[in-house]
């Protein structure tokens, strides 16, 4: 449906790159966005649990850490 679910928020300072990920989970979207935003529970019917999706992201943030390092070794 085109609607948003989540973006890479990313700031440069000092020579450094802070990325961040924003997901809507639970949100309860505003009026003024309900044609161009949704959460993830909206699509699912259900309530999201956020611990268990960092811990997600997180195991695979490392796995995919870890396969980019094997492959600098090389």
């Given at each position: ?38 959460s993830l529970n ?19 943030f490392e ?12």
């Amino acid at each position: 449906n085109k609607k948003k679910l989540c973006g890479i928020l990313t700031v440069i300072k000092k020579e450094k790159a802070i990325v961040g990920i924003g997901i809507n989970t639970n949100n309860i979207t505003p009026k003024t966005l309900k044609n161009k935003a949704i959460s993830l529970n909206k699509i699912i019917n259900k309530k999201i649990n956020n611990k268990s999706i960092i811990n997600s992201l997180l195991k695979h943030f490392e796995f995919y850490l870890l396969y980019l390092k094997q492959l600098d070794n090389r």
